[in-house]
């Protein structure tokens, strides 16, 4: 015999969070990265000790704020399409100004410079090209590559002493591998996502 008592009801699904608005902490903490770069250019060009160690100070302060930013936006909901264009420019600024900077100082070879703004500069348009076919995720070669590149470029920032000059120079040539390597795996994935979107 069956029961006449009700089953029970299906709560009906919760509504999606609203998107997050474009004024938010994480954006903020962008553009301060962005307003910092004149600032860490002038310091890092007086070019004496003290003028170094603020250009650091500076450089290290943009710095921690991609890694805040990020966090922010993700455990807050506080990803916008200003932020996923945004964050990637201001890291590149960030890192860019500083190579071009040291080239101009003489303490870092153009060439070497030129190689990384290159793959940086050249797979950022890449993603915008094969964004029809899907999104190229980023790897952790990539996060390796930047997390590199800032290491290396905050110690050619510092005046070290002759004997730990090796160190910076070690740490950029390992930067600079990885970033060209990243760059030909990056070719490769928007090779064959074009590739199995076309059906190929």
């Known amino acids: ?9 299906a709560e009906p ?5 609203p998107p997050a608005s474009v004024y938010n902490i994480a954006n903020l ?17 007086k070019d004496t000790t003290a003028w170094r160690l603020g250009a650091f100070a500076v450089f290290a302060a943009a710095s921690v704020t991609d890694k805040i930013d990020g966090d922010l936006a993700r455990k807050r909901n506080l990803v916008t399409d200003f ?8 890291d590149k600024a960030l890192t860019g100004a ?27 348009l890449l993603r915008f090209v094969v ?10 070669g990539g996060k390796l590559k930047t997390t590199l590149q ?19 120079w070690v740490t950029m ?19 064959r996502l074009r590739r199995s979107a076309l059906g190929r």
Do not use: C, N
């Open 13 to 17: 699904p919760s509504p999606p969070p």
């Open 29 to 45: 903490l962008t553009m301060v990265r962005i307003l910092l770069v004149p600032l860490f250019v002038w310091l890092l060009l």
């Open 173 to 191: 040539a390992a930067a600079l591998i990885v970033t060209v390597v990243t760059g030909v795996d990056y070719l490769f994935h928007a090779w």
């Open 131 to 140: 964004i029809r076919y899907g999104v190229i995720p980023a790897s952790k």
């Open 1 to 9: 015999m069956t029961s006449g008592a009700p089953g029970p009801v």
């Open 98 to 124: 500083a190579l071009v900077a040291l080239s101009v100082l003489g303490q870092l070879w153009w060439w070497v410079t030129i190689a990384i703004l290159v793959r940086e500069i050249g797979i950022t």
């Open 83 to 90: 932020g996923k264009i945004a964050d990637p420019i201001a």
């Open 150 to 168: 800032i290491l290396a470029i905050g110690l050619y920032v510092l005046p070290l002493p002759g004997f730990l000059q090796p160190v910076a």
